[in-house]
């Protein structure tokens, strides 16, 4: 039955609709970057790009204030595509600017998975910004792969025999089956930052991470650890053969001029201090 929230909630989505609309007319959308670096050394190694809305009035938004809401709206595949275009471009510039990046991932949304046109568009914006496919890695949530069929995985595979990475992001929080990773060309998996936060006192969580991790190098793929912010949860995670992680302990996703002076400041053998 109708009650009166119901049209107090419809009226807010197509509020968030309309500004959305507004913020992609007006390129209110930018991407801030988190470095990936390597857990021995602390050597960034990569960097994760990260959508953020600057609103006119409520300032900077996170995700969580709007991300739900474009992924359903109709421009989520025009966004996808600007994303990818611009973390390309972007690790073009610090590349030939002679600066220690070699990987840049970027997260798909499931309307560029559904499109029909994913190998292109990644292909002419890494033709766009003359990127080797070796520079890019897509990241797919479990929402994505759980709605995977067989015309929808061809597009990866072709990707992956290009040298594109494939990463699953936020492994081990859902649905997602084992077997689930032999049929998706991946190159690595994520550990979500949930089971690092309660590494050092969750027995569960720590066996969870364990297991992933072994899982992980028993295939023959990368993993990368979520969240660390701690020197403890870093320790831990070389004890369990994780080679590489993010997180607050090595810095925010930070814009793009920032995320540069990081760069500058670190060359390719030196060290993120804690």
């Known amino acids: 039955m109708f009650q009166p929230e119901m049209r107090s909630a419809l009226l807010s989505r197509l509020a968030m609709q309309s500004e959305l609309r507004r913020a992609v007319a007006a390129g209110e959308f930018v991407l801030h970057y988190q470095p990936q670096v390597a857990l021995e050394n602390r050597c960034i190694n990569g960097a994760e790009a990260l959508l953020r809305w600057r609103h006119p ?5 996170y995700p969580g204030a709007f991300l739900p809401q474009l992924e359903e709206h109709p421009l989520a595949l025009e966004v996808g595509r600007w994303i990818l275009d611009e973390a390309c471009r972007q690790a073009a510039a610090w590349r030939d600017a002679g600066l220690p990046i070699r990987k840049m991932g970027v997260n798909l949304f499931t309307a560029q ?3 029909g046109t994913l190998t292109l568009d990644v292909a002419d914006a890494l033709q766009r910004h003359r ?3 070796e520079m890019l890695e897509l990241e797919i949530t479990e929402t994505i792969f759980l709605k995977v069929d067989e015309p929808v995985l061809r597009p990866f595979r072709d990707l992956h025999r290009r040298g594109v990475g494939i990463s699953f992001d936020d492994f081990g929080t859902g649905y997602a089956s084992l077997s689930s990773l032999k049929r998706f060309p991946l190159t690595r998996l994520k550990i979500d930052r949930g089971f690092v936060r309660d590494l ?3 027995q569960h969580d720590a066996a969870i991470v364990r297991s992933i991790i072994q899982i992980g190098n028993d295939i023959g793929l990368d993993i990368i650890a979520e969240g660390i912010e701690t020197a403890d949860q870093e320790a831990r995670l ?3 053969g994780c080679k590489q992680g993010q997180g607050f302990l090595y810095a925010k996703a930070l814009p793009a001029a ?3 002076d990081l760069l500058q400041g670190f060359g390719p053998r030196q060290k993120i201090a804690s």
């Not at 009035?57 to 938004?61: A, K, N, P, T």
Request: glycine share 4%.
């Open 57 to 61: 009035e409520r300032g900077l938004l």
């Open 113 to 115: 998975v559904r499109s």
């Open 131 to 133: 990127l080797s496919p």
């Open 200 to 202: 050092m006192t969750d």
């Open 238 to 240: 070389l004890e369990m």
């Open 258 to 260: 920032q995320f540069e």
